[in-house]
C-alpha cells in the first residue's frame, strides 16, 4: 500500500506540473525570473543580469533528481552519507560536463547540453561508485551497493530529464521542427499540442526565428516519456527487481535521444546523425555490457518510508537548498540576454 501511494503521489505531481507547464511556460513571461542592478550607466540606469526560469528549472531537476537517489538508497538502507558522497562526485562531474560538451560539438561557449553532461555521468558513475568502495569500506566501513545505487540514478536521471524539459520550454531552447515539417501522422496527433512560442528573447526566436509558429512540442513528449520512463524504473525497483529497474530508465531515455532528435529543429551539430545521438547509443550499449558484471541477487526489500525519513532530516534538506543555490546561480545567470533597468519615486505615494 505504501509503495502505491509512494508511486501515485509522483504520478500526480508530475500531472499537475506538465499540465501547466506545457500551457504557460512558452509565454514570453516565463523566460526571466528576476533582474538584478549589476553597472551603472553614464545616464543614471544600470545593466541588469537576467535571472532565468531555465536555471530555477534546472535546479529544481537537480534537487528533485538527488531527493530521488536518497529516498530510494535509504529504502535499502544505504547511509545517507555515502550516497551523498557518490552523488555529490557525479554533480562535480557532470555539471562542468554540460558546458564543456556543448562548446565541443556546437561550438558555443554559451549554452549547456544534458545530453552530453548524462553521457559522461553514465560512463564515469560505475567506476566512480567503485573508487567510493575501494576507498571508504575500511576505514569508514562503508560500501554502497553497485547495482542499487546504478538503478537509483537512472531513475533520477529520467525524473531530472522530465522535469528539465520544462527549463527548455520556457528559455525556447531544444525547439521542434514546423509541424507541417513532421510525418503526417505525428501531424494528426500532435496538432492540439504543438507549441507556438512568444518573446523576441527566446532562443528559438533569434536563433530560428519560429516565433508564433506551430512546432512540434518535443520538449514535452520527451518530458512525458522521460518521467514514465523513471516510473517503470521505481516500480521495479521497489519490488526488488534491480536489473529491470536499471535498465528501463536507461534505455528508454537513451533510446527517445536517439528518435527525438529527428524531430528537434535546433542546431546539433554538424552531420545527418548528430553527436548526441552516437553519445546516447554509446550510453546505452556500455550500459547493456555493465549489466553483465553486476549483483543482483541482493535478497533486501525496499522501505520507502525508510527511505523517505533519511530524505527529510535538517542536514540532507540544507544540502539539497545549497545545492539548489548553486545549480541555480551557475545555470540561471543568462549570458545571452540582457537588461536596462531606472528607478524613480513614485511622488503619488510619498
Known amino acids: 500500500m505504501v509503495n502505491f501511494i509512494f508511486l501515485t503521489t509522483l504520478i500526480a505531481f508530475f500531472s499537475v506540473l506538465f499540465y501547466w507547464a506545457f500551457r504557460h511556460l512558452p509565454a514570453e513571461r516565463w523566460q ?8 551603472q550607466r553614464d545616464d543614471g540606469s544600470w545593466n541588469g543580469v537576467n535571472l532565468t526560469y531555465y536555471g530555477f528549472f534546472n535546479a529544481s531537476a537537480c534537487v528533485f533528481s538527488c531527493a530521488t537517489i536518497i ?8 547511509p545517507v552519507i555515502a550516497t551523498i558522497a557518490i552523488t555529490g562526485m557525479l554533480l562535480l562531474v557532470c555539471l562542468p560536463a554540460a558546458k ?16 552530453g553532461a548524462s553521457f559522461v ?19 569508514f566501513e562503508l560500501t554502497v551497493p553497485a547495482t542499487q545505487m546504478l538503478a537509483a540514478v537512472a531513475i533520477a536521471y529520467a525524473f531530472g530529464e ?16 514546423l509541424l507541417g515539417q513532421a510525418p503526417f501522422p505525428l501531424q494528426r496527433i500532435l496538432r ?50 534491480w536489473t529491470i529497474a536499471l535498465l528501463c530508465p536507461l534505455v528508454i531515455t537513451q533510446a527517445w535521444r536517439v528518435f527525438s532528435e529527428m524531430l528537434r ?24 555490457g555493465w549489466v553483465a558484471f553486476l549483483d543482483s541477487t541482493s535478497t533486501v526489500r525496499p522501505d520507502i518510508l525508510s527511505g523517505l525519513r533519511a530524505l527529510l532530516n535538517t542536514p540532507v534538506l540544507l ?32
Open 32 to 39: 526571466i525570473i528576476a533582474t538584478v542592478p549589476s553597472l
Open 71 to 78: 529516498a530510494l538508497m535509504g529504502s535499502v538502507g544505504v
Open 100 to 115: 564543456i560538451v556543448a562548446r565541443i560539438v556546437e561550438r558555443k561557449s554559451s549554452t549547456f547540453t544534458v545530453g
Open 121 to 139: 555521468g553514465i560512463v564515469l558513475l560505475p567506476w566512480i561508485i567503485q573508487a567510493f568502495n575501494n576507498f571508504a569500506a575500511e576505514p
Open 162 to 177: 522530465a522535469f528539465g524539459r520544462l527549463a527548455c520550454i520556457s528559455f525556447g531552447c531544444c525547439y521542434g521542427k
Open 192 to 241: 492540439r499540442f504543438c507549441f507556438t512560442f512568444s518573446g523576441e528573447t527566446k532562443k528559438v526566436a533569434y536563433e530560428a526565428g519560429l516565433l508564433a509558429r506551430p512546432l512540434v512540442p518535443i520538449q514535452a513528449v520527451t518530458a512525458i516519456i522521460s518521467s514514465l520512463a523513471g516510473l517503470v524504473g521505481v516500480f521495479f525497483f521497489l519490488r526488488s527487481d
Open 265 to 288: 529543429a535546433d542546431y546539433r551539430g554538424g552531420g545527418r546523425i548528430s553527436a548526441y545521438q552516437l553519445m546516447a547509443v554509446t550510453a546505452l550499449v556500455y550500459s547493456v
Open 319 to 350: 544540502f539539497l537548498e545549497a545545492l539548489w543555490i548553486a545549480i541555480f546561480l551557475y545555470l540561471g545567470r543568462s549570458s545571452v540576454t540582457a537588461a536596462r533597468l531606472s528607478f524613480h519615486v513614485v511622488r503619488e505615494r510619498i
